[in-house]
Nanobody
Framework: VQLQASGGGLVQTGGSLRLSCVAS????????MGWYRQAAGEEREWLGY???????NIEASIKGRFTISRDKASNTVYLQMNDLKLEDTATYYC??????WGQGTLVTVSS
């Protein structure tokens, strides 16, 4: 399984970004996929996941600002991030459960 994340970049506080992650290789379109992030000097933080049926579970502190969705046809999972804050600055990783990780995409939020 290979995961290619994209969509990171520099954004001002209050702005939005949508991250994408395409899974390829020996993948199942209904496999659980998720997102994590890691800020400099911090541990990797779980953000949420999406099941094959589309049900999502989002970490409480970001719920309402971040949403996860997927397109099974293209094996793509998305992380929509709204009202971004300085503390959202991190490298964001997608995760193909249970054990595969993307390379990360950097999100920098500036004031």
């Amino acid at each position: 399984v290979q995961l290619q994340a994209s969509g990171g970049g520099l954004v001002q506080t209050g702005g939005s970004l949508r991250l994408s992650c395409v899974a390829s290789g020996s993948v199942r379109s209904d496999n659980t996929m998720g997102w994590y992030r890691q800020a400099a000097g911090e541990e990797r933080e779980w953000l949420g996941y999406i099941l094959g049926d589309g049900h999502t579970n989002i970490e409480a502190s970001i719920k309402g600002r971040f949403t996860i969705s997927r397109d099974k046809a293209s094996n793509t999972v998305y992380l929509q991030m709204n009202d971004l804050k300085l503390e959202d600055t991190a490298t964001y990783y997608c995760h193909y459960y249970p054990a595969f990780w993307g390379q990360g995409t950097l999100v920098t939020v500036s004031s």
